[in-house]
């Protein structure tokens, strides 16, 4: 099942040490597919492997790139029955593990999984690269009504990239910021989104993988200089 957390109005760690930029390339659009179990964790000199297993996942492939938790990475290996269930493969390099929290994550913990936009595929959240620009904590959460409510912290130096209305994207899942304040901002989620994903499994002081809009980015070069 296809899962994003739009259709909605709907701390942080040191922010140096988050700043990451995957090694590989690919366009996805923050509409989590699934969630994955991390089945085994191998420490090498070089960085870190993950084994993650996943349901219905049928045409994964080596050298295709894929989105866990919002991090762009490479899929080594592969297997899977007929159902399309079974495991893939990443590699972290050094860098990705220093800084994102995946080289925190254990056996047994769920990750949000999405593999990159095919070229004739729907888009239906926004432009997500699956570069983390940091890593944000989770402040608070709130149940309203059938809906949730999850404030995070705005780490040093983003806060211009984060408006109200606008498209942020938290450990893969494509949202809008419901409000933003000074020093943290708000996303409304739908109960499909806080279900299907993660978010379900987070809480206070949980960290957090943020990528802001890219177009921001974009307009922030442009005009550098002239404002």
Not at 6 to 35: C, H, K, L, Q, W
Not at 145 to 168: C, M, N, Q, T
Not at 214 to 224: G, T
């Amino acid at each position: 099942m296809r899962v994003d957390g739009r259709g909605n109005t709907d701390g942080a760690r040191t922010p140096n040490r988050y700043v990451s930029r995957a090694p590989r390339s690919g366009m996805f659009t923050g509409i989590v597919e699934g969630t994955g179990t991390i089945r085994s964790r191998t420490e090498t000199p070089d960085g870190l492997r993950l084994r993650i297993g996943v349901e219905g996942f049928d045409d994964l492939h080596h050298g295709q790139s894929v989105s866990v938790s919002g991090v762009c990475l490479t899929v080594e290996k592969y297997e899977a029955d007929a159902e399309g269930d079974g495991w893939f493969e990443v590699f972290l390099a050094s860098e990705t593990v220093a800084k994102t929290y995946l080289g925190e994550v254990r056996e047994g913990d769920a990750v949000n999984v999405e593999r990159a936009m095919p070229a004739d595929g729907r888009f239906d959240g926004h432009v997500v690269q699956g570069h983390v620009d940091t890593v944000a904590e989770v402040t608070g959460i709130e149940r309203v009504g059938e809906d949730w409510r999850f404030a995070f912290a705005i780490p040093e130096g983003h806060a211009d990239y984060l408006v109200d209305k606008g498209s942020v994207t938290l450990d893969g899942i494509s949202l809008t910021v419901a409000e933003k304040r000074e020093g943290e901002f708000d996303v409304a989620i739908i109960p499909t989104t806080y279900d299907l994903t993660t978010l379900s499994e987070k809480s206070v002081g949980d960290p957090v993988h943020l990528e802001v809009d890219v177009i921001a980015k974009y307009v922030e070069n442009m005009v550098d200089g002239y404002v």
